[in-house]
């Protein structure tokens, strides 16, 4: 079991920034690639970003690509996202999720474990 935990999600002025944060605490951190997801109301949840075990790959969808870097620390057990130029349609709430594999993934059914989600809102 992997245990994980969002953090640092809140109301945020178009333009602004956040940095949300995962912390996992279960078996091996490292042994997982970990991705973001978001869902917004009415609408399905979706791929935001996904990063390889060592961090040494990354994969965003279209619309957050340089606005938004994943990164983690393998020694802290914590993957984050830091989130720059907020747009209101980044509104929804943030998952992070933990994949086995060696191979990052954009499908969620990918991913065993996931977070409980932390709301983002940006106000435009």
């Known amino acids: 079991q992997v245990q994980l935990v969002e953090s640092g999600g809140g109301l945020v002025q178009a333009g602004g920034s956040l940095r949300l944060s995962c912390a996992a605490s279960g078996r091996t951190f490292s042994n997982y690639a970990m991705g973001w997801f978001r869902q917004a109301p009415g609408k399905e949840r979706e791929f935001v970003a996904a990063i390889s075990r060592a961090g040494i790959s990354t994969d965003y969808t279209d619309s957050v690509k340089g606005r938004f870097t994943i990164s983690r620390d393998n020694g802290k057990n914590t993957v984050y996202l830091q989130m720059n130029s907020l747009k209101p349609e980044d509104t929804a709430v943030y998952y992070c999720?933990?994949?086995?594999?060696?191979?990052?993934?954009?499908?969620?059914?990918?991913?065993?474990?996931w977070g409980q989600g932390t709301r983002v809102t940006v106000s435009s």
């Open positions: 999720a933990a994949d086995p594999t060696a191979v990052i993934h954009r499908t969620h059914t990918q991913y065993d474990y």
